[in-house]
């Protein structure tokens, strides 16, 4: 707001001008960390499902071979460390055939365009619950910006422009009575907004140093010089299956053997 115009004004309304054009830019800086975090994370599921197809299924493949291994050995040779040792190994089948063939491994590359950018964008600018003004307010900008999400990682520009429509800003045209009343609010609306902001940084990083960040990193830095970081994988574990089938058909062997 021009200087001028501050001038005009009572000390406590340039008060409420000053932290309303501080609300405003922060607004704006929140609504580009929501929409780097929701990218962050589409792009990690995306990768993360490419791993469990390309190299999550062929370690599913060794750790089943593994334990049929590890039973055989344990009905040969009997100890409770055997049997101990074998059930682990069914258990850690069990557990790596899940995951590779699981809800998470049907996750696709995350490609949103410019247009679901910009609405999504608006909306976590618009409907963003750190910005509401009381807990009714917060519960409507909170189901409204669950939505949005769901919209975003569906690609669902459409739906995005419906629930911005829906929204209409309404929180907004809510004024509680008196220039005081809206400044402790602003003064709230700031604070909510600088805590969401650091949950966001928290969030990011974490999401950048978990495992599959790091591995999704490393496959990034690979591909930059010709490599194939996850086909190296699936190669490597390969070359370890066809270990565990000869060692295998070795106990099957064995076994026919001493019958």
Do not use: W
Request: hydrophobic fraction near 35%.
């Amino acid at each position: 707001m021009p200087n001028q115009l501050l001038r005009q004004l009572k000390p406590e309304d340039e008060e409420l001008a000053r932290k309303r054009e501080e609300l405003a830019t922060i607004r704006a800086g929140l609504a580009d960390r929501e929409l780097e975090l929701a990218d962050c994370r589409q792009q990690l599921n995306a990768f993360q499902g490419r791993y469990l197809r390309q190299v999550g299924t062929l370690y599913a493949e060794l750790d089943g071979l593994n334990s049929r291994i590890r039973t055989l050995q344990a009905a040969r040779n009997p100890s409770p460390l055997a049997d101990a040792q074998a059930e682990e190994a069914r258990q850690q089948a069990h557990q790596t055939y899940q995951e590779a063939h699981g809800s998470a491994s049907e996750a696709r590359e995350f490609a949103p365009s410019p247009e679901l950018k910009a609405l999504f964008r608006e909306a976590a600018k618009r409907i963003h619950p750190d910005l509401a003004r009381d807990s009714v307010d917060q519960e409507r900008r909170t189901r409204c910006m669950a939505e949005a999400n769901r919209a975003y990682q569906a690609g669902d520009a459409e739906g995005l422009k419906r629930i911005l429509v829906e929204f209409e800003d309404g929180a907004d045209s809510v004024h509680g009575e008196g220039t005081g009343a809206e400044l402790v609010r602003a003064i709230r609306q700031i604070s909510q907004a600088r805590n969401r902001l650091a949950a966001i940084e928290a969030e990011l990083a974490a999401l950048q140093t978990s495992e599959i960040g790091l591995l999704r990193k490393d496959a990034e830095s690979a591909e930059r010089n010709g490599r194939d970081l996850l086909a190296e994988l699936a190669n490597t574990v390969r070359q370890q299956i066809e270990v565990a089938r000869k060692e295998l058909e070795r106990l099957s062997v064995q076994g026919q053997d001493s019958k």
